[in-house]
């Protein structure tokens, strides 16, 4: 789960990924109006990980660096949806 955030080791992630990580669902959600972290670092990182083939659910919301109402919703249903499956 990521929330607002970035990729800062893109690199990295790509070599150590395992056979181990291989199917962990994220869920990935930023603001298009953020002054901390870009929402084109955002972007760049949620297109990062689907090149490396992670399944990413991808939200984004009409907001700055914070989280909102609608956010937890979508990472509530996404948490219920992983875990149903577990």
């Known amino acids: 789960m990521g ?9 990295t992630t790509a070599a150590e990924r395992s056979m181990a990580n291989r199917d962990v669902p994220l869920f990935l959600a930023h603001g298009r109006f953020d002054p901390v972290i ?3 670092r955002g972007v760049a990182s949620r297109d990062a990980l689907a090149a490396m083939e992670y399944d990413i659910e991808w939200h984004e919301y009409p907001m700055e ?3 909102c109402p609608e956010e937890v919703v979508d990472l509530n249903d996404w948490l219920v949806k992983v875990l149903a499956k577990a």
């Not at 929330?3 to 690199?11: E, I, Q």
Request: no cysteine; proline share 13%; aromatic share 14%.
């Open 38 to 40: 870009p929402f084109a």
């Open 65 to 67: 660096h914070a989280v």
């Open 3 to 11: 929330l607002s955030g970035y990729l800062p080791l893109a690199a």
